[in-house]
């Protein structure tokens, strides 16, 4: 049975699976396109990467147009995606390439890997059965081999190469498994079949010698091993391992321990001292093993390994996973390596009690057992580590972490053969320090671990199908913070995994059932935070507070702006904030951005912030700034956002410019709400229209602002609705017009003349709408370097569109285009080539047409545009059909259905119906083809040109009379012909 959680399979042949687990079709021209992007899942995978994956990279196969011809199966994946109901928007087009937006876990050869590292957890926890589970798992998820279906360019035999020892890897260490608890009988045969087939592989030969010899045939055991030396000698001139020759000499001997018992000679290192000074673990430490082998490969490179991040992280328990591995591994695996080669002990130092100001040297001396006998502690702890090859763990040293790192810089440089494992909320910041940041944990470790501790308070609990996606978003809501989420769970025993995600508006009093016997600081989640908090000096907890006003994140211009004020609990000056910000980065409290230049805060970091603001009686002027910036961000960027990059940089800060609305409408500072508001039309035209709407409206509806303020507003509204306008949109448009011709507003009214003539391309007075764009055209001339004498032309076009001259609509298109691409505006110009195809569609020229909405999908699909990706989508896939080009149309709607939905876009949600209804025509499907038609009418509404509303209403009746629904079929046709007549 397939694992449902997958989307991606590459395990066999490559695959995308629906909701219910089983394969979507998927042309075999974009197999190893998806297979490339799926095993790079959530990165860029640059365009040069993908042709090499496609085509090989010595450039035999290379397309003469390698660039034309990835778009064009880009396209066909994004359809056959969309076919499948996962959403074409999860190919994401983003330089220098492409990017597959889907959990690592939705790729079943990233949940075989993630499986291995389970098994290789529980292998190092004693807990075989638990192992060979995971192992089976990841087996199961194989369906043949390793990218069966997707050609043998360099970048394929490489991957599935390397995936395919992976899962040779994997059979090994099950049958290692399943001979350390006595299965050797049973396993004999299958390790037989795998040395036929890999007759040179050593470790086979291994399991093999030692499955004989414990079942008691020690005979061919060592004759398996003489098969394996004459196979090197004869293929390779080498001999078998040292380890192999041992195992061979102890089995010659019958010296070979039983299953479960320690092996001899060479089989396991020697363990380091001291593993009995480590803490026992009590509870599974669940998705940390990549951190466990980053800190191990940082260690092997440098003495002193720092383990960062904030509070609650799971810092101290990574720490002592660790050492225990480093204590517990076998030389034969790469921790093992270590073991062997640097450390002959591991020394815990916990400095979690020790007070501020206390003797550091004398502590690590105490912890450590070492006598002073009148020498100074920290010359004792010297002598006691010079000599030996030593771990030494450090565990919390943030509250000391001053003395801390003077003392480790010191044991480092006298003690050349030690390691220091520290663990901080801060670095140590001393030479020769590698710095290991503990992040949050992963979606699916993070539900792991909050099943496991919730079957520990009510064993009954299950993840189900009710259960697991609140699950999924208390984790995620706690920020994948481990402490968090362990006292979140712990809650289960009385409370369903519905309420605490309820609850949790007040986390700090829901998440305080911390164990008795942990320390004070790790029992409830405000502690935890208290305690990082009370370390900070002053200037740091003022300025961590006012960060808290914040949404979604923030520029180090921004913080400069709205935190760097004097109020009655302190004051910070604009020239401190960018040091106290990276202070904060320090000490793990912010996260920084690298890629963006931005920072933010973890949500529960962030609430807990936001409590002290309060508590300091700073809310309302850190709100207050924290309006009068982005007002003014808006206002200097607004009407860029033709220009890609600045809408980027505006989209950055949309939930900051959303608090800010809703401060400026609750704090009664409405008039800089307008000002905000009204600035981010444009954002919000090529964003999210009815985010802009909504804040709009909130504004007019507190009945406050100035006449002018409100006539932009109602400006706004209208222009928000020019693609689907309703009554009240249009009224919206007339008043503002009217208020501005009213004040001799010249400007403003040439643009509110031009929305109510938009607004009127679905009909209306075309004699009254061309005079009024006319007018707008001569006051305000080449303004915004011509672009409203680009817009002019679009709405010149537009009208005639509507009136069904198409021919001269085509050439009118053209025009806009050449006068718009002057301009820069690209977004633009994607619906002018949108239109422009429907023109040239509707005057014959279909072929021409659908090339020009290949161009305006290429377009968008790189603008971010909703909108614009929609009305493309739908209007090639109707293109497609009026040539009878079937294939990929079903996948095209489907895609076009998502966008427009998400998008909240009635009109091309009723073009995709209607496009439906076309398809189910064609396969003799009358009665679900009068259904969409008529759901495309009823989203439709007004809102189209009458021409293809009209066309509409005769599709329906030709399909009700199909349907053999006479009278609707009559009303159909009389709606058509009242739009024609």
């Not at 960018?578 to 920072?599: K, M, Q, Y």
């Not at 954002?683 to 009815?690: A, E, P």
């Amino acid at each position: 049975m397939p694992n449902t959680a997958v989307t991606f399979a590459v395990l066999g042949p490559t695959e995308v699976r629906g909701a219910d687990g089983s394969p979507a079709a998927l042309p075999p021209s974009v197999r190893a396109l998806l297979a490339r992007l799926a095993l790079s899942c959530g990165r860029v995978v640059p365009v040069d990467a993908l042709t090499d994956a496609l085509w090989g990279d010595e450039g035999d196969d290379l397309p003469a147009d390698a660039a034309n011809a990835l778009q064009i199966r880009v396209s066909k994946l994004r359809r056959a995606l969309a076919a499948a109901g996962i959403g074409a928007d999860v190919l994401v087009t983003q330089a220098p390439g492409y990017r597959l937006a889907a959990p690592a876990e939705a790729v079943d050869a990233n949940v075989f890997e993630r499986l291995l590292g389970r098994a290789r957890e529980e292998t190092a926890a004693g807990n075989v059965t638990a192992a060979i589970g995971c192992l089976d798992e990841a087996l199961r998820l194989w369906r043949g081999p390793a990218l069966a279906d997707v050609g043998h360019t360099t970048w394929a035999t490489t991957e599935s190469a390397r995936l395919e020892e992976l899962r040779l890897g994997a059979v090994e260490d099950r049958i290692e498994l399943l001979l350390e608890s006595g299965g050797h009988n049973e396993a004999v045969a299958d390790i037989e079949r795998l040395v036929a087939r890999h007759p040179l592989r050593e470790r086979l030969h291994r399991l093999l010698m030692l499955a004989l010899y414990r079942g008691g045939r020690q005979a061919e055991a060592l004759a398996a091993y003489q098969a394996l030396r004459r196979g090197l000698a004869d293929e390779l001139g080498i001999d078998p391992s040292p380890e192999l020759q041992a195992l061979a000499e102890a089995i010659l001997r019958q010296q070979v321990p039983s299953a479960g018992g320690p092996p001899a000679g060479p089989e396991r290192g020697r363990a380091p001292e001291s593993a009995d000074r480590l803490p026992r673990r009590l509870t599974s430490v669940i998705g940390r093993q990549d951190d466990v082998t980053t800190a191990l490969e940082r260690l092997a490179e440098a003495r002193v390994v720092t383990l960062t991040g904030p509070g609650g992280m799971g810092k101290t328990t990574l720490a002592f996973e660790i050492a225990r591995r480093v204590s517990e591994t076998p030389d034969e695996t790469p921790v093992g390596t270590l073991v062997g080669t640097l450390v002959d002990r591991v020394l815990p130092v916990r400095l979690a009690a020790l007070e501020p100001g206390t003797d550091v040297a004398g502590a690590f001396a105490a912890e450590l057992g070492v006598v002073t006998q009148g020498s100074g502690a920290a010359d004792a702890v010297e002598e006691h580590l010079r000599d030996g090859r030593t771990l030494l763990v450090v565990d919390n040293c943030e509250h000391v972490v001053d003395d801390v790192a003077v003392l480790v810089e010191r044991l480092a440089a006298a003690c050349p053969r030690l390691r220091v494992l520290a663990t901080s909320r801060e670095a140590l910041a001393i030479p020769g320090e590698v710095q290991v940041a503990v992040g949050p944990l992963g979606d699916d470790p993070a539900v792991r671990l909050f099943a496991e501790r919730a079957r520990a308070v009510r064993p009954s609990f299950t993840l189900d199908a009710e259960t697991a996606p609140v699950v999924a978003s208390i984790c995620r809501r706690l920020d994948g913070m481990p402490l968090a989420i362990e006292l979140a769970a712990a809650r289960v025993k009385a409370l369903s995994p519905a309420d605490i995600e309820a609850r949790l508006a007040d986390r700090f009093s829901l998440l305080t059932a911390g164990p008795r016997t942990g320390e004070a600081r790790h029992r409830t989640l405000r502690a935890t935070l208290d305690w990082s908090h009370d370390l900070l000096p002053e200037a740091e907890r003022l300025l961590l507070r006012r960060l808290a006003v914040f949404r979604g994140g923030w520029t180090p211009a921004a913080a400069e702006e709205v935190c760097a004020f004097s109020g009655e609990r302190g004051g910070i000056s604009r020239g401190e904030v960018l040091d106290l910000l990276f202070r904060l980065v320090d000490r793990s409290l912010v996260v920084p951005e690298p890629a963006t230049g931005r920072f933010r805060l973890l949500v529960t970091v962030r609430d807990y912030a936001w409590t002290r603001l309060e508590e300091a009686g700073e809310v309302a002027e850190c709100r207050d700034r924290h309006l009068a910036h982005f007002v003014r961000l808006a206002e200097e960027h607004g009407l860029g956002v033709r220009d890609p990059a600045v809408f980027a940089r505006l989209n950055d800060d949309h939930d900051n410019f959303r608090a800010a609305v809703d401060h400026a409408v609750n704090g009664g500072d409405v008039e800089n709400g307008y000002r905000l508001a009204c600035a981010l039309v444009w954002f919000w035209n090529y964003g999210i229209r009815y985010e802009g709407t909504r804040a709009l409206t909130v504004l007019l509806e507190t009945g406050g602002g100035s006449t002018v303020a409100r006539a932009r507003a109602l400006q706004g509204i209208g222009f928000l609705h020019v693609y689907y306008p309703t009554p009240q949109s249009v009224a919206a448009a007339e008043e503002s017009l009217a208020v501005f011709e009213e004040i001799g507003d010249v400007r403003n009214a040439a643009i509110s003349r031009l929305v109510v003539a938009w607004a009127g391309q679905y009909g209306g007075d075309a004699v009254r709408y061309r005079a009024m764009i006319e007018r707008s055209r001569r006051d305000l001339g080449d303004a915004d370097g011509g672009w409203w004498l680009g817009m002019s032309q679009y709405l010149e076009a537009l009208l005639a569109l509507r009136l069904g001259d198409f021919a001269t609509a085509a050439v009118e298109w053209r025009r806009c285009l050449e006068l718009t691409r002057v301009t820069g505006d690209r977004v633009i110009g994607s619906a002018i080539l949108a239109h422009l195809a429907i023109a040239l569609r509707e005057s014959g020229r279909r072929e021409e047409a659908l090339a020009v909405l290949r161009e305006s999908e290429d377009d968008v699909r790189g603008q971010g545009s909703l909108h614009g990706l929609a009305f493309a989508l739908v209007h090639m896939a109707h293109t497609r059909l009026d040539l009878d080009e079937h294939d990929d149309v079903t996948a095209l709607l489907a895609e076009a259905r998502d966008v427009a939905r998400r998008a909240r876009n009635p009109r091309c949600q009723a073009w995709a119906a209607w496009g439906r209804a076309r398809m189910a025509r064609v396969r003799g499907k009358a009665d679900l083809a009068a259904q969409e038609c008529r759901d495309a009418v009823a989203l439709l509404k007004e809102g189209e040109f009458p021409w293809a509303r009209a066309r509409l209403w005769s599709f329906l009746a030709d399909c009700a009379a199909e349907a053999g629904l006479p009278d609707e079929a009559a009303r159909a046709r009389e709606t058509a012909a009242a739009l024609t007549g």
